[in-house]
Every structure is written in structure tokens, then in C-alpha cells.
């Protein structure tokens, strides 16, 4: 019987928006530790649902350590980071006590401290570290925006990457570096792990996977696997733009049982096709003012207005007012946007379904997102916020599994547009959310929706139509917007 100490600590970490991310963030999602972890995640879709699946089928003796995960937003404060590896550490001393074949880890790859820009670097780091010279395996799972590291490449020996954008195959993942893990834990020998990073950024809309780039890196990096028997894993990860870390970009890394020259080598295509496609990776969008007169000439809706600027999955605050200041300017109506606004959402928590408000909405949590609009509002709604996925498998399912709590939320009505306000920040990956509200999202004529690609699985099967939007903010499509000072350089597309 094999044993295994699991844990993780996943978070996408936005270096560019003020204010940290700290232990009630991770609270607010998921910290747990010990039993905790396995009575929240066993049996769900999540990474660590899949790992433990397989723990469970390879019949090993688990030691749950801690595992945290929190929405993207800003640096990760080091009391997290701390607090995570007082757990973990005291854990890990236990576990080689008792015995230990290997470690396996649920990361996100793109998370950053306030001290330590490579975050799995330095957890990872400390790991082996700690272990010293026991030859133990140590597996992890990554999002497929992770911005891969060597320190990562050299402290670990097994990585599995998402390969679907949007999420939808998170599981697999962790079932995969579960699965590597009890190969190797078996057999002989470790394997090692290689990373190739070609010097070039690609923004959230273009790592979709059913686009070019993604498309094509994503077919090599499987025939690779095919071709190369001693390749366990290839992970084509197109990274995290939004972070100003040196080991920020597209990188690809192969888990490999032989030459490890050699798996740099296999690499190599790869990288230079991701470099020569840096263009295809960086779609702009265009003005709004540019967009809503080919919207307004499509009598039948639901049409999404998809908004990368303010793309909530990618750590921004939602709360950006670019979208319903157009729906107002054109008179959108049966048109939809949620807002996160916590103010906004409690006042209407004091007033009467049917009341009318005046309300100051959105652009509150800094001055990067749209102005904060003052509007009188019809309140049609208030709920609890709470509502169950519709989409049991999708990334926001792997992410907080099958209950979503977006905290006290009520719906309001400005001439026909429909403004839901929410006290969380939920990104728009499951219909459920404007359901569960009063909204039927197939009789909307417009939608406002604050992402880049990962709406795609929810929204696009009912959507007649589809516009990415330019609006204020800080998931904007244009990287040349960002101050970026800790890049190596130089960069594409930024440098010529
Ligand atoms: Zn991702």
C-alpha cells in the first residue's frame, strides 16, 4: 500500500490590481486540512476530486495535509503563503515518520506572493528542501494558465496540465498526476521534468483551445506523447499574461522517463511555433462604439457582449460599468449585466421589492473599470445569492463545486435593462447564476458577460450571436496596455 500526502494551494494570481489576497479570501473559497479536505472534496469534479479517486481505486494510505484555493485576484499575501507551509511542513514531518512514498500536489501555476513572485516555485522549493536527499516523487496538476518556472521543473518530478479552454477537463488532470504518481511510485526510477519558454505572452482570449494557437500546440504536444512513449505528460501552457513575474508567458514542460536533452529537444517545435504565432495569440477587440451598430442591426437575440477588460475569471473585480453605459447610450432593452457591488446589493437589502431606488453602481473598486453610475432602479429581486451549477462539470464546478454563494444579490431594472448585483465576485460560467435570479437568459435579447473564453461552455450553445467588446480595464485583450518591469525581455508581442 502506497502512501501519499496531498494537499494544495491554488490561486491565479492578477499582479496588476491593487490590494492583496489573503487568508479570508482563501476562507471564503476553500481551506481545508486533514479530514476537512477529504469531506469537501471527495467526489466532486474538481482536481483534488479526481486525485482522489484514484487514491482511492489504487487503494493508497492518504495523508490529507492542507489545501487552499481562492478566486484570481491580487498578490498573494506571504501570511498565506506562510500559514499554508506551517501546515504542510508540520504534515509532511508526520507523514515521514510514519512512512511515505510520494507527495502529490492540486496547483493553479500562476500564483504570486507579495515576496515571492514564482509562488509553486517556492512552495515546491521548500518541499524538497525539507525532504533533503530521500529520492521521494513529488506529482502536481496545473491550469493550463499557469506560468511555469525551472525552479518548478527542478524541485518536482511529475506535472499534468488542464488541456481544454474552458475548463472543463480539471479533473482529468488531477486524475492524471494521480495515476503518474502510482506508475512511478511502482516502478523504478524518477522521472524528470523539462520546460521550454519561448519568450512571448499570449492573453486570455487567445488560449482558447478551439483556436490557433492552442489548436495546433495542443495536437503536437499529444502525438509527442504518442511518438515518445518515454514523454508520461507533455503540458502546453499558454500562461498568465497578467502577471509581472519573470517566469510569466507560454511555456511548455514534459514529465520524462529518459534523456532529459532529448525531451528539451522534442520540446523545441512546439516553442518555436508558439513564438511565430504570437499575433494569433494576442487578438485585439474592437471599441464598443465600433461593435453596437452590427448588434443593433440583429433583430432575434440572445447575443453576448463578451467583455475581456473585466474578465472576473481572470481576476478582475467585475464591478466595470463599460457594457451598461452602451446598453444605456442605445437603449438596450431586455438586456442583462451583473455587477459586483456589494454597497448596491445591501442597499436594495433595505428597501421593498418593487420600491425605486437611487443607485450608485459599480466602477467602486478602483478607477481603471468605468465610472460609477448613479441610477434610478426599479428592485425586482433579492435573494441569498446562493445557486446550484447547472453544469456539474463545468470550471466553476472544479473551482467550488456544485453550490455557488454569490453572496446577498438583488435585481434591479434601469429602462429595460437588467442590472443583477452581487456581493461575490462569480465569474459568468454557468446559466444557473442568472436563473436562479429571475432572469431566463434565452429570452434576454443582449447579455453583458465579464469574461474571455471561459463563458464559451455555458453561453455559447444558447447565444445567436457573439461580439468581444474593448471596455475599460485591467483583463484588457491589449497587453501593451500593462506596465510590465519584471518581464525577461525581450518580450512578444511587446518588443518588436
Ligand atoms: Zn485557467
Known sequence: MKRVLIGGLVHETHTFLAGGTGLESFAEMIWVRGAGLLDRCQGDVSPMGGALEVAQRQSWKVYPSVYGAAMPSGAVTDEVLESWWAAFAEDLDQALQEGLDGILLILHGAMAFASFPDGEGELLRRIRARLG??????????????????????CANIFTGYRQNPHTD????????????????KGKGLPQVVALKPLV??????TSTTAEPMLSLERMARRLEADHPELLEVCVLPGFAYADVPCAGVSF??????????AESLLAPLAQLALEQANAGNPLDPPIAEVMPQVLALAQGPIGLIEPSDNIGGGTPGDGTGILQALIQYGVKKSAVVINDPQAAAACHTASVGERLQLCIGGKVDHLHGPTLELPVELLRRTDGKF??????????????????????????????????????????DLGQLRSQGLVPEDLYLIGIKAAISHKAAYDPILRASFYVDTPGLGSSDLSRFPYRHLPRPMAPLDP
Open 133 to 154: 536527499d530521500r529520492p521521494l516523487p513529488i506529482a502536481a496538476d496545473l491550469d493550463l494558465h499557469a506560468n511555469f518556472s525551472l525552479q518548478m521543473a527542478r
Open 170 to 185: 480539471a479533473r482529468q488532470a488531477g486524475e492524471r498526476a494521480a495515476q503518474l504518481l502510482d506508475q512511478v511510485m
Open 201 to 206: 505572452l499570449y492573453s486570455p482570449k487567445g
Open 253 to 262: 514542460c514534459a514529465t520524462t522517463t529518459g534523456d532529459p536533452h532529448r
Open 388 to 429: 446550484s451549477l447547472e453544469n456539474e462539470k463545468s470550471h466553476l464546478a472544479s473551482l467550488v463545486g456544485r453550490q455557488v454563494d454569490m453572496g446577498l444579490s438583488a435585481l434591479v431594472r434601469h429602462q429595460g435593462i437588467h442590472i443583477l448585483l452581487t456581493t461575490r465576485k462569480t465569474p459568468p460560467m
